[in-house]
């Protein structure tokens, strides 16, 4: 079985900010891991993967994440917001394989502050 | 580039009623997907499908029926709308079940 939590249900930042959103993860093999945002009233865009290789993964709109299998964690970063950055962000893992099943945590809502 | 075109956005019902959201794509996926996205909850999946005809449930397919009857279109019915499945149902597909899913703006399902 896989899970996903996002303990922070909403975070808020000034823009210019430093921001980092937590994700844990639990997996029985080695995760394939994701990183989704939800802009207001649309559908879910990837911002980044993690397949294997380097732990740290770069997105876009500068965005990256860092695979931590010692910590089971996958955590996003920017190093500085922008106020089109307010959404939610959505961390998700898979085992891979012909019929494997994707698992979303449950989200952290981010407003950015002008 | 494709698109994912639900339909339609916005489903009123009466309760008890079968209502049915339909999905296309034309990123030639073959893997679709259904989710259920509750505020605060995140997304649960409902059904997948994996090929043409293919159906497989996910955690929340009670009260649920999908029919893949082409590649390209994925369809899921409400079998008995209930006040308490107000949500927003997304639709998804990849390449396959291991890769990067791309999502419709979603469907908006109001039972009244």
């Known amino acids: 079985a896989q899970s996903v939590t996002q303990p922070d249900a909403r975070v808020t930042v000034s823009e210019g900010a430093s921001l980092q959103l937590r994700c844990k993860y639990s997996?029985?093999?080695?995760?394939?891991l994701f990183w989704y945002v939800q802009y207001p009233r649309q559908g879910l865009q990837l911002l980044l993967k993690y397949y294997s290789g380097d732990p740290v993964v770069q997105g876009v709109n500068g965005f990256e994440a860092e695979f931590s299998k010692s910590n089971s964690s996958f955590h996003l970063r920017k190093a500085s917001v922008h106020w089109s950055d307010s959404a939610v962000y959505f961390c998700a893992v898979t085992s891979g394989g012909s019929n494997a099943k994707l698992t979303f945590g449950k989200g952290t809502k981010l407003s950015v502050k002008s | 580039g494709g698109i994912i075109t639900q339909t339609p956005k916005f489903l009123i019902g009466q309760e008890g009623q079968k209502l049915t959201l339909k999905c296309q794509q034309n990123f030639n996926h073959d893997t679709m997907y259904w989710y259920r996205q509750d505020s605060g909850k995140g997304l649960r999946l409902i059904y997948y499908?994996?090929?043409?005809?293919?159906?497989q449930k996910g955690d929340l397919s009670e009260g649920y029926d999908a029919s893949r009857e082409k590649k390209s279109s994925f369809s899921l019915t409400v079998t008995s709308a209930q006040k308490n499945e107000m949500a927003v149902f997304l639709c998804a597909s990849s390449r396959d079940s291991g890769n990067t899913l791309y999502f419709g703006e979603g469907s908006r399902l109001i039972v009244v």
């Open positions: 997996s029985s093999v080695t995760p394939y």
């Open positions: 499908s994996i090929t043409e005809n293919d159906l």
